[in-house]
C-alpha cells in the first residue's frame, strides 16, 4: 500500500454527465498527480497541483477539471462525459514539487462510461 | 516539449537472459529520468532514477545525454521481473511517462 487512495475504484456512468473522482495523497505530501490511461495509451498526464495551486497541465480536456483542497486532498472533476472518457485514472503524490522527487500511486479508478 | 519514447510494447525473454528495455526522450533542459514498475495487480511504483545511479533488483540503467536514451538493464533476466515497465521524465513541473514496455521472462 503506496498510502495513496483513491475513490470510487470502479465507477459506470452514462455520456453527458459529470463525476467527481477524489484522491487523498500520502500523509505529508504536497504534490498531487492525475493521470489517464486509456488502452495502448500508457499514463497521459493531466494536471499537476503543489500544496493547493495548480503547477502545471499536460492534455487536459476543456471538460475535466481538478482542485486540491486546504487538506490536500485532491478531486478530478470530468464533465459531458463522453464514451471516449472511459479510462483508468491515476492519481499519484509527492513529498514536494521539485523534480527527482519519487512519485507514489494510487490504485486507480476506473471509468466506465456508457 | 517533454516527451518519452519506450518502442517496444512487449519484450519476451527466457530466464537467464539478458534484458534491455528501451527509453529515448526529449527534453531541452537538465533532464531527470526514472523507471517506474507495475507488476500484476499491484500499484505502479519507483523502480530507480538516473541520479541515485544504483542497482535495484538487479537491473542497472544509464542516462546518456548524447543518445538522450535512457535504457533500463539487466543481465540475467527472473520470471519475478515480469511486469509492465514505464521510463518517466521529470521536468517543468511535469511527470511524463512512456507507454511502457511489457517484460515477460518465460521459464
Known amino acids: 500500500d503506496s498510502g495513496v487512495t483513491q475513490t470510487p475504484k470502479h465507477l459506470i456512468t452514462a455520456t453527458g454527465q459529470r463525476v467527481t473522482l477524489r484522491c487523498s495523497p500520502r500523509?505529508?505530501?504536497?504534490?498531487v498527480y492525475w493521470y489517464q490511461q486509456s488502452l495502448d495509451q500508457g499514463l497521459q498526464f493531466l494536471i499537476h497541483?503543489?500544496?493547493?495551486?495548480?503547477?502545471a497541465k499536460g492534455n487536459i480536456l476543456e471538460r475535466f477539471s481538478a482542485q486540491q483542497f486546504p487538506d490536500l486532498h485532491s478531486e478530478l472533476n470530468l464533465s459531458s462525459l463522453e464514451l471516449g472518457d472511459s479510462a483508468l485514472y491515476f492519481c499519484?503524490?509527492?513529498?514536494?514539487?521539485?523534480?527527482?522527487?519519487?512519485?507514489?500511486f494510487g490504485q486507480g479508478t476506473r471509468l466506465t462510461v456508457v | 516539449a517533454q516527451r518519452v519514447t519506450q518502442p517496444e510494447k512487449l519484450l519476451s525473454v527466457f530466464k537467464g537472459a539478458p534484458v534491455e528495455l528501451k527509453c529515448n526522450y526529449s527534453?531541452?533542459?537538465?533532464?531527470?529520468l526514472f523507471w517506474y514498475v507495475q507488476y500484476s495487480r499491484q500499484r505502479l511504483q519507483l523502480l530507480l532514477r538516473h541520479i541515485s545511479r544504483e542497482s535495484i533488483k538487479g537491473f542497472t540503467a544509464d542516462l546518456n545525454k548524447g543518445e538522450t536514451s535512457f535504457h533500463l538493464k539487466k543481465p540475467f533476466a527472473q520470471e519475478e521481473d515480469s511486469a509492465m515497465y514505464y521510463c518517466?521524465?521529470?521536468?517543468?513541473?511535469?511527470?511524463?511517462f512512456g507507454t511502457g514496455t511489457r517484460l515477460q521472462v518465460f521459464p
Open positions: 499519484a503524490s509527492s513529498l514536494t514539487g521539485v523534480r527527482n522527487t519519487e512519485a507514489f
Open positions: 500523509s505529508g505530501d504536497l504534490s
Open positions: 518517466a521524465l521529470s521536468g517543468s513541473d511535469k511527470l511524463i
Open positions: 527534453y531541452s533542459g537538465s533532464p531527470e
Open positions: 497541483y503543489y500544496n493547493g495551486e495548480e503547477r
